[in-house]
């Protein structure tokens, strides 16, 4: 299990940017799952949307990259690089995500080809399927 000061040491995200409380596993080049624990107090929900707050449909996928970067990036030939986002593929939302949700983020790495990732995302909460989506990560 990796704190969030972890990683922190991983991928170069800080508040209030980081979206990831914890991985609670890790598998160098092949698999990672972490959770967001939603409190409220997020300041997106301020905005999104009053009274019904939601969370933006975005940062469950750029949970799920932040995810992904710490699988690629905890390789010891990518470690003190940055992973970018170079692509999203057949994202889809299946429920809401509110205040309150323990949001379990899983990627798995499919093929990673020189400074080029490739993998699955899916976002659950309480075992139910909230996002899924196909990414790709650029390494620089």
Do not use: C
């Amino acid at each position: 299990m990796l704190s969030r000061e972890e990683i922190m040491d991983i991928i170069p995200h800080r508040a209030p940017f980081l979206l990831l409380d914890q991985i609670t596993e890790l598998i160098p080049e092949k698999r990672a799952v972490a959770q967001w624990r939603l409190t409220g107090e997020e300041y997106f929900f301020q905005g999104h949307f009053p009274g019904n707050p939601v969370l933006p449909g975005v940062l469950i996928v750029e949970a799920l990259a932040q995810t992904g970067a710490v699988v690629i990036l905890s390789l010891p030939a990518f470690r003190g690089k940055v992973g970018y986002f170079a692509g999203i593929d057949k994202v889809r939302f299946r429920r809401k995500v509110v205040p309150g949700d323990l949001l379990t983020l899983s990627v798995e790495i499919e093929k990673v080809f020189h400074n080029i990732g490739y993998g699955v995302g899916t976002a659950t909460v309480d075992g139910q399927l909230a996002a899924t989506g196909k990414l790709t990560f650029a390494v620089g």
